[in-house]
């Protein structure tokens, strides 16, 4: 079975960094993505960033591009966010998912992925 684990959230203050983690087991095939998404309370799911596996293409939602990477290691059992210039409203919980379907995943829309990890809270004060 898939698993993913998140891990790495917490406080941040304002214009400071942050690096989320989510270990990924069980694939059998080699073509998948790995996405993160956030949920702020009252609001809907929202697609952060994704990455492909096995050619490491990235996506980036509009509301992150140019403060946030995401990157994994070779073998892409962990995945990475790394939160910069982080803002209050960046204030979520985040969680990692996966996508057996490359070609929708990286619209970065909820429903195309097929699991979720827990969820990891980053809380960003102004």
């Known amino acids: 079975d898939v698993q993913l684990q998140a891990s790495g959230g917490g406080l941040v203050q304002a214009g400071g960094s942050l690096r989320l983690s989510c270990q990924v087991s069980?694939?059998?095939?080699?073509?998948?993505?790995i996405g993160w998404f956030r949920q702020a309370p009252g609001a809907e799911r929202e697609g952060v960033s994704c990455?492909?596996?096995?050619?490491?293409?990235?996506h980036y939602g509009d509301s992150v591009k140019g403060r946030f990477t995401i990157s994994s290691d070779s073998a892409m059992n962990t995945v990475y966010l790394h939160m910069n210039m982080l803002k209050p409203e960046d204030t979520a919980v985040y969680y990692c998912?996966?996508?057996?379907?490359?070609?929708?995943?990286?619209?970065?829309?909820?429903?195309?992925?097929?699991?979720w990890g827990q969820g990891t809270l980053v809380t960003v004060s102004s």
């Open positions: 990455i492909m596996n096995p050619d490491g293409a990235t």
């Open positions: 998912a996966a996508a057996n379907d490359q070609a929708w995943a990286k619209g970065l829309r909820a429903h195309e992925y097929d699991y």
């Open positions: 069980g694939f059998t095939s080699d073509d998948y993505a």
